[in-house]
């Protein structure tokens, strides 16, 4: 199966290309990137491929079956669009893209065509996450009626002044960018509920002096001084659903030490604390309140990479057209979601969704 990679930077070449590389029956045909040295680069390092500088190169080949789009979000519409009409199948890096509006674009088109789009919310391929996700299944949390996701660093904003900081080409900031993989793990292991209402606040504080900002390291960095920053580096969120109610609390920097990176299920039967990417710890009581007793259970397991997981599992749909855990269909909730607290915190009042977005 002939794929190609559309932007080698840091998310392509750490993880889509090498999990490429390692699946036997893809073969990576092309190397695309506005910056030729980042796809030459790929493809001297993996010893194949051929380099391109424009994504409709690669739509125009009818031996390429599917794509990767790797590139920052503003982009990640417009090249999944252009794909599904050339009759290519599509793995779209989160977020699916900067609004809702955009997402439902790609939904459209994707249900037009006929083609696969799936959105890299790869914590849907995370052995951990699975196994709560069939803990919740099983009934052992009971009924699951609240969940917290805390997803706070005391500095972790990225490139301060690139494209992760710049509205008009990420379309926000902690939320859309780390909050996605928090929301998304929370909707997943809890079946995908619809959103009912939301209320929500963002803050703009801590990287917009760009010259002033203090950190000790910085991912997709350093700082760009003439650059922008203008999304959220901390967000409060409630949102209820048609199953549990959901409280979001998360900061790319937050003026508090400790990260804090975890997700509580709380169900009346049990309940599951999912320390972000690892594993997780399961709290219930002795059945029947047998000796009056309290359990806590750490499973040990093998945890593989996630991007594996995932990079084969779509080979796999792409191979033999199933549907995916990651479909557009689905992520478009947690999209949705997202959007929803961002127009909420703009109107500074709560959002009901019953019946259509507002
Ligand atoms: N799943 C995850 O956990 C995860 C982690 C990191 C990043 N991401 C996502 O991956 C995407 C890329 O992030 P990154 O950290 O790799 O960014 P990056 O800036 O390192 O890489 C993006 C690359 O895309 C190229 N590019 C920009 N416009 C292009 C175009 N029109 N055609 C071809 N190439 C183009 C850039 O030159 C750059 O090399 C973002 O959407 C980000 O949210 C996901």
């Not at 203008?230 to 979001?248: H, M, Y």
């Amino acid at each position: 199966m002939k794929v190609a990679v559309i932007g080698c930077g840091t998310i392509a070449t750490n993880q889509h290309i090498p999990a490429y590389m390692k699946n036997e029956r893809t073969e990576i045909r092309y190397f695309c990137d506005i910056l030729p040295e980042r796809a030459r680069a790929a493809a001297e390092k993996n010893g194949v491929g051929t380099v391109v500088t424009d994504y409709r190169e690669v739509l125009r080949d009818p031996e390429v079956q599917a794509i990767s789009v790797c590139t920052p979000n503003h982009m990640h519409a417009q090249i999944s669009i252009d794909a599904l009409r050339a009759g290519k199948d599509v793995l779209c890096e989160k977020p699916a893209a900067r609004s809702y509006e955009e997402a439902l674009a790609m939904q459209r088109a994707q249900h037009e065509t006929g083609r696969i789009l799936n959105i890299g919310v790869v914590n849907r391929f995370n052995d951990a996450v699975n196994m709560v996700k069939s803990f919740i299944d099983d009934g052992k949390l009971g009924e699951v009626y609240h969940v917290i996701a805390h997803f706070r660093a005391h500095r972790s904003i990225p490139g301060l002044g690139g494209p992760f900081t710049d509205k008009a080409i990420a379309g926000g900031g902690a939320l859309i960018d780390w909050g996605v993989h928090y929301l998304d793990i929370v909707m997943y292991c809890c079946g995908d509920p619809a959103p009912v209402t939301v209320s929500g606040e963002t803050y703009c504080r801590l990287g917009r002096d760009i010259r002033n900002y203090a950190y000790e390291t910085m991912w997709a960095g350093p700082p760009k001084y003439d650059g922008v920053y203008d999304v959220d580096d901390s967000v409060s969120a409630l949102i209820r659903t048609e199953g549990p109610v959901i409280s979001v609390e998360g900061a790319w920097a937050q003026n508090i030490g400790p990260a804090e990176t975890y997700i509580d299920f709380i169900g009346d039967k049990g309940g599951i604390r999912l320390d972000y990417g690892a594993k997780f710890t399961y709290y219930s009581s002795m059945p029947g309140g047998e000796h009056g007793a309290l359990l806590e259970l750490r499973p040990e397991f093998h945890m593989r990479n996630q991007f594996e997981n995932e990079i084969n599992a779509f080979a796999d749909a792409v191979e033999n057209r199933r549907r995916m855990p990651s479909h557009i269909d689905t992520f478009i909730l947690t999209q949705r979601i997202m959007q929803a607290v961002y127009d909420s915190a703009e109107a500074h009042r709560e959002l009901v969704l019953a019946g259509g977005r507002q």
